[in-house]
Every structure is written in C-alpha cells, then in structure tokens.
C-alpha cells in the first residue's frame, strides 16, 4: 500500500481492516468502502470542476459517472496490483469476472476511506488525483457521451417517447449477480436485451445495441 498509494498509514489497524473482507472478520472493510465511495467522487468531481472550465454541467456529470463506475475503478485497482492485497479465506477471486471486478473496486474504495479516515482530505485528494492523473486529463474523451444518453436524445429529436428499460435480476448468487436488461424504442419493433452483472453496463449495452441497429438501418 504504500508503495502504491505513496502513503503510510499511521494506524496499523485500520489498514488491517481496509483490506479485510467479511470471510474472516466482522471488522472488515465494507465501512471504508461506504465512506471511500463519498470521498472519492467528492474528489474526482471538484477535479474535473477545477481542471475543465470549458465543460458544462451535463458532461462533468457524464464522466464523473465513468471514472467511479465499477468497472473504471476495477480495471484501476487491477492494473495496480490492489486487488491482490485482499486478505480473505474461502474467496476465489478468479471463479468469475464480476466478482473479481466487484472487490477489486471495492478495495480501492476501502483503501481511499480508510485514507481519508488516517490523514485528512487534502491529503486523500492528493493521493486520488495522482491515481487518477492519466483518465482526469484523456481531454478527447472527458464530456463524451454514453450510449444511453445518446440514444435517449435521439429519440427526444425525434420527439418520440424515451427508452423503456426493464430489469430482470436471473438467479445467481448474491456476490455475482445476473441481470437481463430489456429495452423498448418506438422505432424498432422488436425490444433489445442483453444479460450484464450490474443494471447500469447492461443499460449502456442494450443502448449502444440499439443505437447500432439504428446506424445500420439507415
């Protein structure tokens, strides 16, 4: 961790318990992850408030979503070696994709809060951004639009009713979750769906499905 996030923490402690998952103790990190998840998008936020002047409200909001998405924070903690500092039992992170992207999130969070908790925020905002200081200034990308907001703006061009979406949880375990996302638009008869592990990727791939099938109509 240190070497990472650059940081020693001063409480032996609450390292510990930042990447500790419940299979072995009560004390574990699920509390960091609530109060990292505040800290970081507060963070990532007033970043991109302070670093993009020229965006308006609508695209900060858009790649705020992105960088604390799950599968953002995921691929992050991954490239960083943060989800193999888990101390677990019983845990094969490798037994399926959402899982390992599920605490692989969820541990940089956790580390973020615990941060926050071990220090102060300038500190924990120091750290965040130097993390994230490549996906903070990609300038090509920061505003662009995602699939679902696309779609739905064209629609609304059109003046047709927006996308309906439809969630359907399948039966799957509660640490890998299934969903069928089910979407209908006035302009193609016949309603779009995919399965995805969280409502939110599945909504932008059904979107982006559509969107596709539009294009090729055309």
Do not use: W
């Not at 390292?15 to 509390?31: A, F, P, Q, V």
Request: with cysteine; proline share 2%; glycine share 4%.
């Amino acid at each position: 961790i240190k070497k990472i996030f650059n940081y020693e923490f001063k409480s032996e402690k609450l390292l510990i318990e930042s990447i500790t998952h419940k299979s072995i103790s009560g004390n574990n990190y699920e509390r960091l992850e609530f109060l990292g998840d505040s800290v970081l998008q507060l963070i990532i936020t007033e970043s991109l408030y302070e670093k993009h002047i020229e965006l308006d409200e609508g695209a900060l909001s858009r790649e705020k979503q992105s960088l604390v998405s799950r599968k953002s924070l995921a691929k992050l903690s991954i490239d960083l070696g943060i989800n193999k500092l888990l101390e677990a039992t019983n845990l094969n992170l490798n037994s399926t994709k959402s899982l390992k992207i599920s605490i692989a999130a969820n541990l940089l969070e956790s580390i973020i809060g615990a941060i926050f908790i071990d220090s102060n925020y300038e500190n924990c905002k120091k750290i965040v951004t130097k993390l994230f200081y490549n996906l903070l200034n990609k300038k090509e990308i920061i505003g662009k639009k995602d699939s679902k907001t696309l779609l739905q703006e064209y629609m609304q061009s059109k003046k047709l009713p927006i996308p309906k979406y439809t969630t359907i949880r399948l039966e799957s375990p509660s640490h890998s979750p299934k969903f069928k996302i089910i979407c209908k638009v006035s302009v193609i008869k016949k309603e779009q769906s995919c399965l995805s592990s969280t409502v939110q990727e599945g909504q932008q791939r059904v979107s982006r499905l559509i969107l596709e099938k539009l294009v090729s109509e055309k």
